[in-house]
C-alpha cells in the first residue's frame, strides 16, 4: 500500500524517482506523484492512474534537480484523483510531503487548521501533515517534524522536503514501513529496498519514532527526544532481477518458477551436519518449547494458510495444543494466553497492522512471539522475540506464492524441531522427514518442468468461464484448498470457496449444478478414502471433479473428470507440492480472462493499515 522513495545526492533524481516508483508498484496504487527541489523551489507533478499517465508528464518536471520525493499511492481518505496523489504542500508551499499509511486524528487536526486560517487542497488524511510542518516550524525542519509527528496519530511513515533546506530530506515512521538506503554520495527513503537496490544494497532500518536526516554525505537518526541514535547498515542479498521479469510474462508466473529456489534458499543452513534441524539465532530457546502449555499462530489471508499447515504439523509432530486466528479477529477477542503460550505470527511483509497488532496483544499477556518473516528489518522482527526468517527473496506478485512455499517449509521444520526437543519424534524420523523435504525443490522443479503447467492451463481455458468454483479437501489438503481459492478470486475475480470436505453435505453440496467445477485436494494421505467419497458425491450431482493427486495414484481416475498429478510425499509434505497446480490454475484463469495478475484491482501486497 502506497510506496516512496526520496532521494538526495548528485545526480539529476527525475529518473532514478519515477524508475523507484516502478520497482514499488507491486505494493499496489490508483494514482502517483514526483516532487522535486532545485533553487529553492518545487517542480512537482501528479497524475491518476498507473505510472504510464505519471510518465506522459515527466516532461514538466525539472530533470536537474538532485533532491526529491515521489510516491504512489492507494486511496484510502479521498477518491483516487490528481489533487488527492502525493506529494503535497502547505499553504505556504514551503514544504512538500508524501506519507503511507494513515493518520487517524486528521479530522480534528484538519478543522484545527482550517480554523487557523490553512487552506486544503485535498480529500486527504496525509495533507495535516504540510500544514502542520508549516504551523511548527521557526526556523528548524527537523523540530517541525518532530512537533508535527508528536500531534499525529495512526500508523504512518512521512518524508518531507524543505525549500529552506535545499540539500535534505526528513523520514519518520510510526509502525508503517521505511527503510534507509546508504549510497555513495548519495542517499535514499523508501518503502522497500526493491526501491532503490539498483544503486545501492546497504540498507538501514529505523525504529518507529526515529527521525532521519538525509542528506547527499550521510544520514543521522534521531529519537524523538532528538537525541542521536546509533545505527548499523545491513547488506541486503536480494538478487537484482527480482525486481526484473527475466522474460516471464508477468511477476506472477516468475516466482512460481523460482519456488525450488525459495525452497533451497530456506533449507540453506536449516540442517546439520547430524541431518537435524537447525534453528540457530531464532531467539526462542528450547526450553521454552519444551514447557509451553499451547501455541497460538496467528496470520492474515496467505500466511493464514501456511499457519493452517503449521497447526497440523505441531499438533501431529510435537503434541502440543495449537490454536489459530486470523490477527483481525484475534487482537480484539480476548485470547486466553500466559507465558506458557508462545505466539507464531506469520507475515511475509513483517509490516500488517493486524499482524502486528495481535503480536501486542499477545506479548501484551505474557506470551513468547516468534515472527515468521521474509522481511529483514521489518517492523515485526522488532517487536518479536525471536524471528525465522524465510528466504523467498523479493516478492513483487501482489498474490503471494513462493513465500506461501517458504512458509510452509520453515513451519514444518519448526514443527519437527519442537518435536524432538519436546521428545515426541524420535531423531531417525526428524532426519527422514528432513531428508524428503530436502528433496523437494527438485521434484517441485520436475513438476514445473513436466506436463502439469500446460494441463492446467487447458483445464483453465476449459473452465475459464464457470461462474464459482468450489474447492474441497481434508486434513493437510484444506490449507491447499483455501490458498488455492484465495489465488483464484484474488486475481482472476471469480467467485470460489473452500471448504472442508466432510462439510460438503452441510451445506455447500447445494451450489453444485452439472458442470460445476470442484477442485479437489486428493494426495496420499490419512483421509484419502474419505475424501474419495465426497468426490464421489459431488459427480453424482453433475460436478466436475479436478483432483490434484500423487503420482502413482491410477485409481483416482474412476472418481475425477481431471488429475494432475504432483511427485508423491508423505501427507506432511505434501502441500509443498499441492498447492503448486492450484496456484497456475488460478494464473492461468486469471490470464485467460485478461485480467491484470500482479496488480489485482483493490488489493496491495503489504496492508499497513487495518
Ligand atoms: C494473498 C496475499 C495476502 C497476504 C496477507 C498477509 O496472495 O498475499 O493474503 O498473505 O495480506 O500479508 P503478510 O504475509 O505480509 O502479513
Keep these: 500500500m502506497c510506496g516512496i522513495i526520496g532521494y ?37 507533478v501528479r497524475a491518476v492512474g498507473n505510472l504510464d499517465s505519471l510518465e506522459a508528464l515527466l516532461d514538466t518536471v525539472d530533470d536537474k534537480a538532485s533532491v526529491g520525493i515521489a510516491h504512489t499511492r492507494w486511496a484510502t481518505h479521498g477518491v483516487p484523483s490528481e489533487r488527492n496523489a502525493h506529494p503535497h504542500t502547505d499553504c505556504s508551499g514551503r514544504f512538500a510531503i508524501v506519507v503511507n499509511g494513515i493518520v487517524e ?3 480534528r487536526l484538519r478543522a484545527e487548521l482550517v480554523e487557523e486560517g490553512h487552506v486544503f487542497s485535498s480529500d486527504t488524511d496525509a495533507e495535516v501533515v504540510a500544514h502542520l510542518l508549516e504551523r511548527h516550524y521557526r526556523g528548524s525542519f527537523l523540530s517541525a517534524l518532530r512537533d508535527a509527528y508528536a500531534e499525529l496519530q495512526g500508523h504512518f511513515t512521512i518524508v518531507a522536503m524543505s525549500r529552506a533546506d535545499p540539500e535534505l530530506i526528513l523520514a519518520v515512521r510510526k509502525e508503517t514501513p521505511l527503510v534507509l538506503g546508504l549510497g555513495e554520495g ?87 551436519p547430524d541431518g537435524l534441524v537447525r534453528l540457530d539465532g531464532m531467539g526462542l530457546q528450547d526450553e521454552l518449547f519444551r514447557d509451553a502449555s499451547q501455541i497460538v499462530i496467528v496470520a492474515c489471508g496467505t500466511s493464514y494458510h501456511a499457519g493452517l499447515l503449521g497447526k497440523y504439523a505441531l499438533e501431529r509432530w510435537a503434541r502440543l495444543p495449537v490454536e489459530i486466528d486470523v490477527a483481525s479477529e484475534f487482537r480484539y477477542r480476548d485470547p486466553v494466553l500466559d507465558e506458557r503460550t508462545i505466539c507464531i505470527a506469520i507475515t511475509q511483509s513483517g509490516e500488517t497492522a493486524d499482524t502486528l497488532a495481535a503480536m501486542r496483544v499477545a506479548r501484551h499477556s505474557g506470551a513468547h512471539v516468534l515472527v515468521v518473516t ?35 517449509l520453515v513451519l514444518l521444520l519448526l514443527a519437527l524441531h519442537v518435536a524432538r526437543v519436546r521428545g515426541k519424534l524420535d531423531e531417525d524420523t526428524v532426519i527422514r522427514t528432513v531428508n524428503e523435504l530436502r528433496s523437494v525443490p527438485a521434484s517441485l522443479a520436475r513438476l514445473l518442468a513436466g506436463e502439469a503447467p500446460a494441463q492446467l492451463q487447458e483445464l483453465a481455458q476449459r473452465y475459464r468461464g464457470s461462474p464459482f468454483f468450489l474447492y474441497m479437501g481434508r486434513n493437510v489438503g484444506l ?16 467467485p470460489a470457496e473452500s471448504y472442508a470436505a466432510g462439510e460438503m453435505k452441510h451445506g455447500p453440496i447445494a451450489l453444485l449444478t452439472h458442470g460445476s467445477p470442484v477442485v479437489a485436494v486428493a494426495t496420499d494421505g490419512r483421509t484419502y478414502e474419505k475424501l474419495v467419497s465426497n468426490m464421489q458425491e459431488v459427480r453424482a450431482r453433475g460436478a466436475h471433479v479436478l483432483a490434484v493427486a500423487s503420482e502413482g495414484n491410477e485409481g483416482i481416475r474412476e472418481v475425477a473428470d481431471h488429475v494432475v498429478y504432483v511427485p508423491a510425499t508423505s501427507e506432511m509434505v505434501s502441500p509443498l507440492l499441492a498447492v503448486v497446480p492450484l496456484q497456475l490454475f488460478a494464473y492461468h484463469v486469471a490470464q485467460a480472462n485478461g485480467e491484470k495478475v500482479d496488480q489485482p484491482r483493490n488489493l496491495a501486497k503489504t496492508v499497513t493499515v487495518e
Design 8 to 44: 538526495v545526492g548528485a545526480r539529476p533524481c527525475r529518473d532514478i524517482l519515477f524508475n523507484g516508483l516502478r520497482k514499488l508498484e507491486y505494493r499496489g496504487y490508483d494514482s502517483a506523484g514526483i516532487s522535486v527541489l532545485r533553487e529553492g523551489s518545487f517542480s512537482l
Design 186 to 272: 548519495e542517499n535514499f527513503a523508501a518503502s522497500s529496498v526493491a526501491a532503490f537496490m539498483s544503486h545501492t544494497r546497504v540498507a538501514v532500518f529505523p525504529r518507529s519514532g526515529e527521525f532521519a536526516e538525509i542528506r547527499r554525505h550521510g544520514i543521522e537518526l534521531y529519537d524523538e527526544q532528538g537525541n542521536p541514535v546509533a545505527f548499523e547498515g545491513h547488506v541486503v542479498d536480494w538478487d537484482e532481477d527480482a525486481a526484473e521479469k527475466g522474460g516471464f510474462e508477468t511477476f506472477m508466473l516468475k516466482e512460481i518458477y523460482e519456488q525450488p529456489t525459495a525452497l533451497v534458499d530456506t533449507l540453506a543452513e536449516r540442517v546439520g
Design 105 to 107: 486524528n486528521y479530522l
Design 479 to 494: 490449507p491447499v484448498c483455501l490458498e488455492g481459492a484465495l489465488k483464484l478470486k484474488e486475481i482472476s475475480y471469480v
Design 374 to 408: 521474509n522481511i529483514l528489518g521489518s517492523q515485526a522482527t522488532r517487536e518479536a522475540d525471536g524471528v525465522l526468517f524465510t528466504r523467498a527473496g523479493l516478492e513483487i506478485g501482489v498474490a503471494a506464492t513462493k513465500t506461501l512455499l517458504a512458509q510452509f
